[in-house]
């Protein structure tokens, strides 16, 4: 069974940096697409960042030149490093594993999520 699981969580002043890391565990061939989904209360989920196996990102707009994601292709690891963290970045930040090839047929997974608050 593929399982994710983020680490990271925390709580941070505006202007301030965190990063969170995301593991993966299972038998686990490869994985296409991997990344980072927030949700803030009362808001839908969205997309934060992206990584292919490839290394092609896509970042959402608010969050290019201070979110960098990175991966680990061969420990199947994401990390998102946050700089210049803003109060508007508070959400639950979920980890999502999309194209992944292992036993089962199941191809995309979810982290239980990480809480990261920023204060103003």
């Known amino acids: 069974q593929v399982q994710l699981v983020e680490s990271g969580r925390g709580l941070v002043h505006a202007g301030g940096s965190l990063s969170l890391s995301c593991a993966t565990s299972g038998r686990i061939f490869s994985i296409n697409t991997i990344g980072w989904y927030r949700r803030a209360p009362g808001k839908q989920r969205e997309l934060v960042a992206t990584?292919?196996?490839?290394?092609?990102?896509n970042y959402r707009d608010s969050v290019i030149g201070r979110f960098t994601i990175s991966r680990d292709n061969a420990k199947n690891t994401v990390y998102l490093q946050m700089n210049s963290l803003k109060p508007e970045d508070t959400a639950v930040y979920y980890c999502?594993?999309?194209?992944?090839?292992?036993?089962?047929?199941?191809?995309?997974?979810w982290g239980p999520g990480t809480q990261v608050t920023v204060s103003s």
């Open positions: 990584i292919t196996s490839g290394g092609s990102t």
């Open positions: 999502n594993a999309d194209g992944v090839l292992t036993i089962s047929l199941r191809t995309n997974f």
